[in-house]
């Protein structure tokens, strides 16, 4: 079964500090990839998404994700992070192709920015 | 310019008392989802319905149903809420159930079981 690990569930960083949130996944076959957001008191929106071309995918407010196949993995990272980047992340895959849209979360990351 | 509303956003029922949560969309999206996320856990998928037709996964239980009366609106019924049927509900849209597809999220409902 497909399953996603985020490995920091809370990660503390000041302002400015560079950030890496790392994601792997299990799945043997091909996979799209998501980075979701949820800001306090939001609602889950996308960050960026990665289906296929450079594996160096760039989302909004400066975010990016590196798809590294042989690694599983789809690691978050910002070189410098802000005070409203305090959030928590969600990493998602997807089986591809395919067509029943079921999206296997990992448990989410909570980043606190300290100004 | 909400695009995908849930109502309530806060609920508490009894055990066993039969609770039912709204979400409508104006994205006039072909597929709703349903998640449930558990305190520290990751959201997981309950069911979708792709326009009309109804997909439930395989370990959702029977308790939880869902009806879907036109594109705009869904609901999620919860039978007989147990205990552990505490948690954030979340619902999703997309235009279509590629893989590329980008779901867009609801605020979510918080249900507490008392």
């Not at chain 1, 503390?12 to 790392?22: C, H, V």
């Not at chain 1, 990665?50 to 990016?64: A, C, Q, R, T």
């Not at chain 1, 409203?84 to 980043?111: H, M, R, W």
């Amino acid at each position: 079964a497909q399953s996603v690990s985020q490995h920091n569930h809370h990660v503390i960083l000041s302002e400015a500090a560079s950030l890496e949130l790392g994601c792997n996944y299990s799945y043997g076959g091909t996979v799209n990839l998501f980075w979701y957001v949820q800001y306090p008191g939001q609602h889950l929106q996308l960050l960026l998404k990665y289906f296929s071309g450079d594996p160096l995918v760039k989302g909004i407010k400066g975010f990016e994700a590196e798809f590294i196949k042989s690694k599983f993995s789809f690691n978050l990272r910002k070189p410098s992070v802000q005070w409203s980047d305090t959030a928590e992340y969600f990493c998602a895959v997807i089986s591809a192709p395919g067509n029943t849209g079921k999206l296997i979360f990992g448990q989410g990351t909570t980043l606190q920015v300290k100004p | 310019d909400a695009m995908v509303i849930q109502n309530p956003r806060y609920q508490v029922t009894q055990f066993g008392k039969p609770v039912t949560l709204s979400c409508s969309q104006t994205l006039n999206h072909n597929v709703m989802y349903w998640y449930q996320q558990k305190s520290s856990q990751a959201p997981k998928l309950l069911f979708h319905y792709y326009d009309k037709d109804f997909n439930n996964e395989a370990d959702t239980p029977d308790n939880f149903q869902s009806r879907r009366p036109n594109t705009s609106f869904c609901f999620l019924d919860i039978r007989s809420p147990g205990l552990g049927d505490t948690a954030m509900y979340l619902c999703a849209t997309s235009g279509d159930r590629g893989s590329a597809e980008t779901q867009y999220f609801g605020p979510g409902t918080r249900l507490l079981v008392l």
